[in-house]
């Protein structure tokens, strides 16, 4: 994506339609393991509000993969006049430190129903059965929401500077595009990782809405 050197982008809304979304639903479900329980990987949000029923939640990590804010968020972090960052999976040499969650058998059902409404409404996302190492229960396949960088709304690198200009200030059905981060940040310290590129995006972000006033 190009986006403008300063000031918001704007980009059109894209929306999976309930035929695809169910399609891609259908197709995830036919794909999860047999005879293993039901795990989900979080990385953002998701680490601190699953928003489903679990009778396990266990520190984890998934190899080849690290989270970015690389996702222009225009409905849950931000609006389409004021569009956020949200966090995405990039493939890599590294690895990304999170949180597998167990779903309850009995509520399984449930759980996909929230989670696709939660996070395949645009697309953005390509969901994928990957091996996570749980602390508590070994080696896991866990439901796992991949970056798809062909959809318009992925950002790919951008500067520190260039990420805190997009997100400061911004807010959507979910909260402030902030709180998002700190919250972030602050769930990633609890499992012992320190980002210092977040670090000083959080201070970016902070040092603009503070000059502009924009805190609640």
């Known amino acids: 994506m190009n986006l403008p050197a300063a000031g918001k982008p704007k980009v059109p809304i894209q929306r999976l339609t309930d035929a695809e979304r169910h399609a891609l639903l259908l197709e995830t479900r036919a794909a ?3 005879g293993d329980p039901m795990w989900v990987f979080g990385f953002g949000s998701l680490m601190w509000n699953p928003g489903f029923d679990h009778d396990v939640a266990s520190p984890a990590i998934l190899r080849g993969y690290d989270r970015k804010f690389r996702i222009l968020t225009m409905l849950g972090r931000g609006t389409p006049e004021n569009p956020g960052l949200g966090l995405c999976l990039e493939d890599c040499s ?8 167990r779903v309850r058998e009995e509520t399984i059902d449930e759980t996909w129903d929230k989670l696709w409404a939660r996070e395949m409404g645009s697309g953005i996302y390509k969901p994928r ?3 996570v190492e749980t602390e508590t229960h070994g080696r896991v396949p ?3 929401f991949v970056i798809n960088r062909d959809h318009p709304h992925y950002t790919g690198p951008l500067p520190v500077e260039r990420m805190a200009e997009i997100m400061a200030g911004a807010c959507g059905k979910y909260g402030r595009c902030r709180d ?3 919250g972030t940040v602050e769930e990633m310290r609890k499992l012992g990782v320190v ?3 977040l670090d000083r995006l959080l201070a970016l972000v902070d040092d603009i809405e503070a000059a502009s006033g924009a805190t609640t």
Request: hydrophobic share 50%; net charge neutral; proline share 9%.
């Open 142 to 144: 866990a439901l796992t």
């Open 32 to 34: 999860r393991p047999a």
């Open 180 to 182: 998002y981060l700190a």
């Open 94 to 101: 590294g690895a990304c430190r999170g949180i597998a969650f």
């Open 195 to 197: 980002d210092p590129e």
């Open 129 to 131: 059965w990957l091996a």
